[in-house]
């Protein structure tokens, strides 16, 4: 705390007023430097396609945005101080996707099949879809066995849209129609 006071021009009371511990700065750090990795508009992402096509399109952006080098330096920072922050895990992830999922959520509902719906399918669909976009082959990533790439996205997007068929979408028209 006294390094990152002195690096700023401050003093550590100044900063200890604004974050009562540690945990509390290292999250406001991971909500400003995550806030852009996943800020999409869904819609945007998805463009003029089908809902399935949707899908698609939104977990190859997200993916290829969770396997940037920014994202994946992030990731193993958290990795090293998981074991000393309680929850950090899940603090990054809710940061993460904090933006998106109630868009994805929305979407779900909007068009998730009526007659195969559980109470509460949107909200478990955009978790599901976000937690696969995150997990799927991120491993090798994290432990550089295998070097970021477009292919690489591609790759595991359409395996999130794969295992995303769990949840039958109704083909309605496209968005311009």
């Not at 359409?158 to 295992?163: G, M």
Request: one cysteine or more.
């Amino acid at each position: 705390m006294s390094a990152i006071a002195s690096e700023l021009g401050g003093s550590k009371t100044t900063l200890w007023d604004h974050f009562p511990s540690k945990q509390d700065l290292l999250q406001a750090f991971l909500l400003d430097a995550t806030s852009s990795i996943c800020a999409i508009s869904l819609y945007d992402v998805a463009g003029d396609c089908t809902p399935n096509e949707a899908i698609q399109a939104t977990a190859e952006h997200l993916v290829a945005r969770l396997t940037s080098e920014r994202a994946i330096g992030l990731q193993r920072l958290v990795n090293a101080e998981a074991g000393r922050i309680e929850g950090l895990g899940r603090r990054f992830s809710n940061c993460l996707f904090q933006g998106i999922k109630p868009q994805l959520t929305e979407f779900f509902d909007a068009h998730l099949e009526r007659n195969s719906r559980r109470s509460g399918d949107a909200d478990a669909a955009a978790a599901m879809l976000l937690t696969l976009c995150l997990n799927v082959g991120q491993e090798r990533l994290l432990w550089a066995i295998e070097p970021p790439s477009g292919a690489l996205a591609k790759e595991r997007a359409e395996q999130v849209a794969s295992l995303m068929r769990l949840y039958p979408m109704s083909e309605g028209p496209r968005r311009s129609q």
